[in-house]
Each structure stands twice: as structure tokens, then as C-alpha cells.
């Protein structure tokens, strides 16, 4: 068990870029989430699968944003057309079961300038 | 919906000392579970302590305990002999049963000075 891991770890982009990161779970975890955390803040809810089904998407989640989890393994977060305001950490957890505990990964920092 | 505040953007405590976070929630729902995330400098969040809000006793893990008033919605964090490696930025979370969104509070910035 490696605990959840993301890449890349940083991205720098210029603004109207595509970009796309990806989060792998912890192995066997059913759910999968992605969060956003902007400096001086907590993180925010973006999307959630279980398995492959993505079940809730956040108001966050604008048509720009598109999540996917092929075979509920891995996970991709795309960003389309990336905007200045999009710059923040995007941060990745799973679970599995009915514990409710989230593990996190490292996250990916994204810089639009 | 659920909101969770953190009124204590920074704290700083010496090196053994005791020191307790604060938490407020607001929610209608009667069952959740409340945790407490650390994120350390430029390092991944990890899981402190988690309470279930159908639980009266507060829980405990090592140096680190709650104090959990259901009436009140505060869950407070407790770090006993607080260590430099307990310098991170502390994160108040809530989920209720049946939901998978974590809320998360605004954060305490908590630095150990040796």
C-alpha cells in the first residue's frame, strides 16, 4: 500500500491550455474523490466516484472541468480552455467501505498564467 | 447545507505544551461523522482523529484527544505535549451518513516553537 499518488505534481500552463492530471487510489478503494484547495482555504468538493460511476459533481465543476475513472482504477481531472482563476491545488482522496475516512494524496499545484 | 468554521487562523504554542483548536459546525442533520485533518508544510493531508456524532465519548488517539458537545456543534482539538512535527495547518472536516462530500473549515495554522 503506497497511499494515494498524483502527477504531475506541479504544472504551470498558460491561460486557454488544456491540462489534464491524474490520480491513482490507493489500491482496492472503491471511491474516489477530487477537491480543489485555493490559498488560505480549505479544500472543495469537486466530484466523487464510486468505482467508475462519477455519483455527485459539485456547482464548482464547470462545463470546462470533465472527470473520468476508467475501470474504477485511476482517475483523470481535465481542465479545458484554463482560466487564472483555476490556479490551485487539486487534491485527490479515496476510500473504501462505509468508514468515511478520506486518504489524500500530495495533490497537483496548477499555475495559470 | 453545512458550514465549518475555524475561528483561530494561527496559533503558536512552545515546544511540550498543551494546546486546543477550536471548531464550530452548522448542520441539521442528527447523524455525521467530524474529523480533524493535518497538512504539513508542502506535505499531504493526513487523517488526526475522527468522531462519530452518534458516539458520546470523545475519542483519542496518542497525544491527540476531542471534546465533542453535540448541543453546542464544537468538536475541539486537543495536542498534548505538542512536538515540532506537529506544526502543520489543522483542517475541521464534517460528513453526514449517506453523503461522501467532505466540508472543511478554513483552517488553523499551528506552529510549534522549540
Known amino acids: 500500500d503506497t497511499g494515494v499518488s498524483q502527477n504531475p505534481r506541479h504544472k504551470i500552463t498558460k491561460r486557454g491550455q488544456n491540462v489534464t492530471f491524474r490520480c491513482d487510489p490507493i489500491?482496492?478503494?472503491?471511491?474516489l474523490y477530487w477537491y480543489r484547495q485555493t490559498l488560505g482555504q480549505g479544500p472543495e468538493f469537486l466530484t466523487y466516484?464510486?468505482?467508475?460511476?462519477?455519483?455527485?459533481k459539485s456547482r464548482l465543476l464547470s462545463d470546462r472541468f470533465s472527470a473520468e475513472r476508467p475501470k474504477g482504477s485511476f482517475s483523470t481531472l481535465e481542465i479545458q480552455r484554463t482560466e487564472q482563476g483555476d490556479s490551485a491545488m487539486y487534491l485527490c482522496?479515496?476510500?473504501?467501505?462505509?468508514?468515511?475516512?478520506?486518504?489524500f494524496g500530495p495533490g497537483t499545484r496548477l499555475t495559470v498564467t | 447545507a453545512q458550514t465549518v468554521t475555524q475561528s483561530q487562523p494561527e496559533m503558536s504554542v512552545q515546544e511540550a505544551e498543551t494546546v486546543t483548536l477550536s471548531c464550530t459546525y452548522d448542520?441539521?442533520?442528527?447523524?455525521?461523522?467530524l474529523f480533524w485533518y493535518k497538512q504539513p508544510p508542502s506535505r499531504q493531508m493526513i487523517l488526526v482523529i475522527r468522531?462519530?456524532?452518534?458516539?458520546?465519548q470523545n475519542a483519542t488517539e496518542n497525544r491527540f484527544s476531542v471534546n465533542f458537545q453535540k448541543a453546542a456543534k464544537s468538536f475541539s482539538l486537543k495536542i498534548s505535549d505538542s512536538q515540532l512535527g506537529d506544526t502543520a495547518m489543522y483542517f475541521c472536516?464534517?460528513?453526514?451518513?449517506?453523503?461522501?462530500?467532505?466540508?472543511f473549515g478554513t483552517g488553523t495554522r499551528l506552529t510549534i516553537i522549540p
Open positions: 482522496a479515496s476510500s473504501y467501505g462505509t468508514i468515511y475516512e478520506q486518504y
Open positions: 489500491s482496492e478503494h472503491n471511491r
Open positions: 466516484f464510486q468505482n467508475e460511476a462519477q455519483l455527485e
Open positions: 448542520t441539521s442533520e442528527s447523524n455525521y461523522y
Open positions: 468522531q462519530e456524532a452518534y458516539k458520546q
Open positions: 472536516a464534517f460528513v453526514p451518513f449517506g453523503n461522501e462530500k467532505l466540508t
